[in-house]
């Protein structure tokens, strides 16, 4: 089953780092602006649906990954400002 996840990051250099390795892995990733609910250093998130977080193909300047559900939000993992 595939899950809906929001990656955020500390810059849009490490969002687009992201993009590319989720799009290696053969996952379909959209950049976007960051949900208002949501923090986010520069402004720009990845949206991806995966069966995992995919937590291997993100930046070391990722931010946070959330798993998007009916309830709104869940933090799957936080990076401490770098």
């Known amino acids: ?18 993009s ?3 799009e290696e892995a053969g996952v379909q990733v959209q950049l976007a ?3 208002r609910r949501l923090s ?5 998130c990845a949206l991806y649906e995966a ?11 990722v931010e946070a990954v959330y798993r998007r559900g009916r309830d709104g939000f869940v933090l799957l993992h936080s990076n401490p400002c770098t």
Do not use: K, N
């Open 51 to 61: 069966e995992t977080p995919m937590l291997e193909c993100m930046d070391v300047d």
């Open 20 to 22: 590319i390795a989720l």
């Open 1 to 18: 089953m595939m899950d809906q996840y929001t990656a955020t990051f500390y810059t849009h250099l490490a969002a687009m780092r992201s």
């Open 40 to 44: 986010s250093s520069c402004g720009t």
């Open 33 to 35: 602006p960051v949900p």
